[in-house]
């Protein structure tokens, strides 16, 4: 078996893992940092037949790729932070219809137009909370361009077992920076693809009636069956409902059919945590510094580890609880002013041990700029 082997960016990466998955559809508007993916699609998709449109804006590519996915395709768009934020009302209509899409913010300086063309990780809340009213979504990050591929597969995999948008968070530093992808055979990951209704008469179909597995199957709009698609709560036929009842068990389960799941969609990578009495924890572009300093710490014989967190949302506050509660200092190393960091004090018994390294300039947190707060923290005695 011979992987082929590329040097590219990680924006390219993304690209060859949303074809190796299956996308047929993509929809976007350009904007830095994530504007290669778009481009690279333009080409590349038509050329297997998929089908690629520039759209006039974010709000319109985000209704596009729902609108695809209804019909049966597997879809993308891709966008930075302004444009994530027009996205975020019909990314809330995706949650409630329950449309299987993947999402790609590359993330960049803000709020507003920011800082376009350099490295930021502040996105994070929005990602979970940018869209309003109770719900739940899926959060996925990476570090390095094989991960980036793996990780792409992985929300298209996530989208369609869980009839879901899925976002994929990446930052500008992963994404413009090249370094070698191999890209697996064909079928040496595996591929989840759409879950089709198995029932051929119209009159028995039932748009929104999960399987016992949980899973809920679909019918390609415009197919065999006709059947409603709206944003209000509405009934297994798809029709609007204003019945508690009916609201309460519709709430519950975009909820549960993620949060029940969280330990399964839980990735991460641990680094030298066996005795570790130091726990950085780290995600994207930063934890590619966090690693450095922790070899390089190692090396001197300090007990210091890394925990990185691939599933950002649903917070994966089990596995940082497992891995931080024993340390005297967790560090959560980030680009921006603690949004991770705020959750891993929720997720652990001592919070007063949990401490920032983090740099919000634009400019990407180097291996020095986090010993020097390990010093800082560790000459404290705190």
Known sequence: MTRRIKFIQGNEACVEGALYAGLEFFAGYPITPSTEIMEHLSKRLPAIGG???QMEDEIASMCAIIGASLTGQKVLTATSGPGFSLKQEALGYAVMAEIPCVIVNVQRGGPSTGVPTHVSQGDVMQARWGTHGDHSLVTLTASNHQDVFAMTVEAFNIAETFRTPVILLFDEVVGHMRERLEIPEPGEIPIVNRLRTAVHDGV????????EDGRLPMSDFGGVHRYNVTGLVHDMWGFPSDNPKIIHGLLRHLVDKIENNASHIAM?????LEDADTVLVSFGSAARSALHIVKSLRK?????????????WPFPADIVRRYCNKASYTVVVEMNMGQVCQMVKTAVDHRERVFLANRIDGVFITPTDIKNILRLIKGRGV
Do not use: A, N
């Open 268 to 272: 991460y990578k641990t680094f030298y």
């Open 204 to 211: 028995d179909y039932h748009p929104y009636l999960p399987r």
């Open 51 to 53: 089908k690629f449109i």
């Open 300 to 312: 001197r014989g300090e007990k210091i580890g890394l925990l990185e967190l691939q599933t950002l």
